[in-house]
Structure formats: structure tokens, C-alpha cells
């Protein structure tokens, strides 16, 4: 009796030591493989959001041909992305690491109200410049310019994009006023040119997948990119909350 009753205490003096070395060490999802299911969920939720969001934009760009009087028609579908990538870039920064805490949905919606009225005011006077630089590159040899024209019109909306990229990590994570937004972005270009280098690679990235696929096909991954745009931005975001914010 004695001996199967202290059998029974050790057990349990086990089991308590290896349960309290599992709550210490190591949580219900917390391990390498609940961290990629989480992250995989929160994509998919804010990418199917992000559709949604967009949808009737990119119903509309896939009816346009590629004609070069359409530029303008084709900048005006495309002001949707601004507010649901805002909105992408708000979710993604507050996604949990945890697959009991994942509210990715409720983040976008957040991030949605909370940023369109900023990320229009980032986003529509830049689609307006890229709709006039991309005018002119298409109706460039009707124009008669001189070819340095062009490379100076490709430098300007390379720059207008990576400006476009800081700027919208910025509006969608701390409330400045788009003026602020704006030269911050500028500041940015300068001050952080590793950012903006792997911006360029995201941009490559985005366009090799528009050639060889669709638009339709960059926007199923326009989830993937905002994370991969979130990442690059760090050191903008850190840099932003430690000097420009109280």
C-alpha cells in the first residue's frame, strides 16, 4: 500500500514538474509552427479584405484596354488600394503571434476607418501625378521630346513610388497631418536609403509578377507585399516613434 501510494505521488510530482516546465518554457501557441499558421491566417483574412475592399476598382481596370487614353480612367480605379492597403499595413503591424489572439479582421476594419481619410489625401494627389507622368511616357514619341525626357519622367515616378511607400506606412501607423506625412516621407527617402532600396526590390518584384501573370495577380498578393513593405519600413517606424512622437 505504501510503496503504490508513493509510486502514485512521484508520478503526479512528475507530471506537475514537466507541466510547469512547459507553462515556463514554452505556451499553447507559441512554437515555430503556431507562429507560421498565424501569420499565414492573418494574410489570408487581410488579402480576402483587401479583395473586398477593391473589388469594384479592379472589376473596373481589368475592363480597360491598354490604350494610353485610358491612364487616367485606369488612376481613378485605382483609388481604392489606397485606403485597403493602409488599412493591410494597420492590420498587419498589430497582427498576434498567439493562434488564441488573432483578430486580424477587426484590425483591418479599424485600421480601414481610421486611415482612408488619410491615406486619400497621401494617395489621390500621387495617383494624379503618376497619371500625368504615365500619359506622357505613352504618348512620348508622338510628343517628339528628347529621349532624356523619358529617363528623367522614369526617375520621377521611381521616386513618386518609393515617396508613395514611406508615406503610407507612416499615415497608416501614426496620426500626422498629411502635410507632416509628406515631408516625412521626403525626409525618409534620404535619411533611410536601405529602406528604400528594398522598396525598389518589392517594386521589381511587383512588376515581374504583372508581366509574367496579371494585376489581378499582384493584388491576390497585395497582402504579402504590405507585410514585406511593413518589414522593410522598421527602422522609418522606429525611427518615426522615438523623434517624432510624444
Known amino acids: 500500500m505504501s510503496t503504490r501510494a508513493s509510486g502514485t505521488a512521484g508520478g503526479t ?8 516546465g512547459m507553462a515556463a518554457g514554452r505556451g499553447f501557441g507559441e512554437g515555430p509552427l503556431s507562429r507560421a499558421a498565424a501569420l499565414i491566417y492573418t494574410l489570408l483574412v487581410v488579402e480576402a479584405l483587401f479583395l473586398v475592399t477593391t473589388a469594384p476598382g479592379l472589376a473596373a481596370l481589368t475592363l480597360l ?11 481613378l480605379c485605382a483609388l481604392p488600394l489606397g485606403p485597403a492597403l493602409s488599412a493591410a499595413l494597420y492590420a498587419l503591424s498589430r497582427r498576434g503571434r498567439d493562434l488564441a489572439d488573432l483578430h486580424p479582421a477587426a484590425a483591418f476594419w479599424r485600421g480601414y476607418r481610421a486611415n482612408a481619410a488619410g491615406a486619400l489625401k497621401i494617395w489621390a494627389p500621387w495617383l494624379a501625378g503618376m497619371a500625368v507622368v504615365g500619359t506622357n511616357l505613352a504618348n512620348f514619341a508622338a510628343a517628339g521630346l528628347p529621349a532624356w525626357w523619358a529617363a528623367l519622367l522614369v526617375l520621377v515616378a521611381l521616386g513618386g513610388l518609393l515617396w508613395a511607400g514611406n508615406a503610407l506606412v507612416i499615415t497608416s501607423l501614426f496620426a500626422f497631418r498629411a502635410v507632416d506625412v509628406a515631408r516625412l516621407a521626403s525626409y525618409f527617402l534620404l535619411r533611410r536609403p536601405r529602406v528604400a532600396l528594398g522598396n525598389v526590390s518589392l517594386l521589381v518584384a511587383a512588376a515581374g509578377v504583372t508581366l509574367v501573370g496579371t494585376e489581378l495577380l499582384t493584388a491576390a498578393l497585395a497582402a ?4 514585406l513593405l511593413l518589414r522593410n519600413g522598421r527602422p522609418v517606424i522606429a525611427e518615426v516613434r522615438e523623434k517624432f512622437t510624444a
Open 13 to 20: 510530482v512528475a507530471e506537475g514538474t514537466v507541466a510547469g
Open 65 to 75: 484596354g491598354g490604350d494610353a487614353s485610358n491612364v487616367p480612367l485606369a488612376a
Open 224 to 227: 504579402a507585399f504590405a507585410a
